[in-house]
């Protein structure tokens, strides 16, 4: 597959990365195997956090007899403090059976409590910059879902790749960030190019991201034959077109009363309901174990229960989603979900 750099780390990466949330879902030697047969077919860049379970090490066990140099490997830490975060990277090295990352993360950092957390002294990026001075890392990286905070962290200069939410719908990054990007000459790693699972044309979902051409996506895999699609679609280097936009516009026409970019400028809630989350909470079903997803959701689900209706959200939702209507059906949704998985 074709080979991009990525920004001005030098990085020669494959066009598309490999996302490593939905591995978790699979066995040892299935994911073993998914994370081979992507790398045979030509994709050298691997994403993974320490917020994915048992991510990392599956992919340190799928990559134990290939040579280290002939991949880029970049993991995340969600750790504000420095401390938490030298620990999850000592970690992440362990599980990985390497030296080093090529990138290290501070993993979604959305707003601008924790930025504040991450840059002050005994913070996140101290110690980022200290594990590069250690060789465990070579470059720092970030990645966020508030757009506007993550153009102002761009802008710092202290970062040289940054990975942001970018597909057909939640679109926001192309109009400011992918073109700062590309001014600073910084990597711009694509998150969910699918939507998180949620939008299923691939063809023009991979055509639309590679219109950008700094923008490495990195779908999250759970089945080789997702990879070898996506690949086969890379290598067409067919462009993007015009019958691709009215497909795009149509889905987009679809979808637009109903899809939430996970923005949160509908927050406060007086309930302190998460609203987002629980609108979202579909695309997380789709990646990882239930039981994971469960933990991880259930008290925010129960939560969304206790919505007044009272409209606030509505009115400050720049995409005019009826919030308290979406939140019963995600919540019908998840009793179901639950049902089906008890026992
Ligand atoms: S309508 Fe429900 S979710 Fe929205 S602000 Fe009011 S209580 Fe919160
Ligand atoms: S409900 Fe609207 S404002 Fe809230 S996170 Fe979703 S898209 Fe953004």
């Not at 990525?6 to 073993?32: C, D, H, N, W, Y």
């Not at 002050?120 to 470059?139: H, S, W």
């Not at 998150?191 to 044309?201: E, Q």
Request: include cysteine; hydrophobic fraction near 40%; proline fraction near 5%.
């Amino acid at each position: 597959m074709e080979k991009v750099r990525l920004g001005k780390t030098g990085l020669m990466v494959s066009r598309v990365g490999f996302g490593g949330i939905p591995i978790q879902r699979l066995s040892k030697a299935e994911a073993a195997s998914v994370v081979k047969g992507v790398i045979d077919l030509g994709v050298n860049f691997l994403d993974t956090a320490n917020a994915y379970s048992d991510s990392e090490e599956k992919i340190g066990e799928a990559i134990k007899d290939i040579k280290r140099e002939n991949l880029v490997i970049a993991s995340k830490s969600t750790a504000p403090d420095k401390k938490t975060f030298m620990e999850h990277l000592d970690l992440c090295l362990k599980r990985l059976g390497t030296d080093y990352v090529d990138l290290y993360q501070i993993h979604n950092v959305s707003t601008i409590e924790k930025r504040d957390v991450v840059f002050a002294p005994g913070g996140a990026y101290e110690g980022l910059a200290e594990a590069i001075k250690m060789g465990k890392v070579r470059f720092p990286a970030f990645s966020s879902h508030n757009i506007p905070l993550a153009i102002d962290i761009m802008k710092t200069g202290k970062f040289f790749v940054v990975q942001l939410p970018f597909n057909f719908v939640d679109n926001t990054a192309a109009k400011e960030a992918i073109p700062l990007a590309k001014e600073l000459d910084m990597g711009f790693i694509g998150m969910k190019p699918f939507g998180g699972g949620l939008l299923h044309n691939a063809p023009v979902a991979i055509r639309y991201v590679l219109q950008f051409e700094n923008v490495v996506p990195d779908p999250g895999i759970e089945k080789l034959s997702e990879m070898r699609e996506i690949v086969s679609i890379v290598n067409e280097k067919k462009p993007f077109s015009s019958e691709d936009k009215k497909i795009i516009d149509d889905l987009i026409k679809e979808l637009g009363d109903r899809w939430c970019h996970r923005c949160d400028y509908c927050q406060p809630c007086p309930q302190g309901i998460g609203i987002s989350s629980v609108l979202t909470v579909e695309s997380l079903l789709k990646r990882m174990p239930f039981r994971q997803v469960f933990n991880m959701a259930n008290a925010g689900m129960e939560k969304a229960d206790a919505c007044l209706e009272c409209g606030d959200c509505m009115k400050r939702c720049p995409y005019k989603l009826k919030i308290p209507a979406l939140l019963k059906s995600k919540i019908a949704l998840w009793k179901k979900v639950v049902a089906e998985n008890a026992g």
